[in-house]
T-cell receptor, first 112, second 113 residues
């Protein structure tokens, strides 16, 4: 089975721009979660989607949003980028009813 | 106080050593516990997961949970240079309705040949 895939792998943006990141979960997994990883804060939960609905949200500003499509693929969007948004953004998928999550390789976002 | 505390290291050991990695947590509502390994510039890879107190073994890896002390450990026997990575503990509430995991800061391990 193919793993979680994320595109693009690397992005460079400037302050004030917006960005969209994409995640394709493992086939059959309908739950997708997003995390931000930085050296200072570690891995922090952004939000989770299941059946095209946001089910949980972490403590991030409204500039961070996401959505999920009927094929379970998910996107996250960050608007009005700030320097502090530079991070590795990770997507994880799981089967409903099972707690173990499997991560993709991440998208490394650099904001200049 | 962070919900999950993990010593970031770095931890350096000789090849063949037994490695002990630890996390403490504050919320007794946490029900399931995982260990991930993350190589540089890669996503976290699931190593072990467990729901209950006690030990769970998989090859050279043993995960240990002590819910009464809110303490979890990962032991690596016969450590290899290929084990050099960052190890992250992750804890969840155990409800299948939430995918939120709370991670420790990660411990960087170097195994020297």
């Amino acid at each position: 089975k193919a793993g979680v895939t994320q595109t693009p792998r690397y992005l460079i943006k400037t302050r004030g721009q917006q960005v969209t990141l994409s995640c394709s979960p493992i086939s059959g997994h309908r739950s997708v979660s997003w995390y931000q990883q930085t050296p200072g804060q570690g891995l922090q939960f952004l939000f989770e989607y299941f059946s095209e609905t946001q089910r949980n949200k972490g403590n991030f500003p409204g500039r961070f949003s996401g959505r999920q499509f009927s094929n379970s693929r998910s996107e996250m969007n960050v608007s009005t980028l700030e320097l502090g948004d530079s991070a590795l953004y990770l997507c994880a998928s799981r089967t409903e009813g099972v707690d173990t999550q499997y991560f993709g390789p991440g998208t490394r976002l650099t904001v200049l | 106080q962070k919900e999950v505390e993990q010593d970031p290291g770095p931890l350096s050991v000789p090849e063949g050593a037994i490695v002990s990695l630890n996390c403490t947590y504050s919320n007794s509502a946490f029900q399931y516990f995982m260990w991930y390994r993350q190589y540089s510039r890669k996503g976290p890879e699931l190593l072990m997961y467990t729901y209950s107190s006690g030990n769970k073994e998989d090859g050279r890896f043993t995960a240990q949970v002590d819910k009464s002390s809110k303490y979890i450990s990962l032991f690596i026997r016969d450590s290899q240079p290929s084990d050099s990575a960052t190890y992250l503990c992750a804890i969840g509430h155990g409800s299948s309705n939430t995918g939120k995991l709370i991670f420790g800061q990660g411990t960087t391990l170097q195994v020297k040949p």
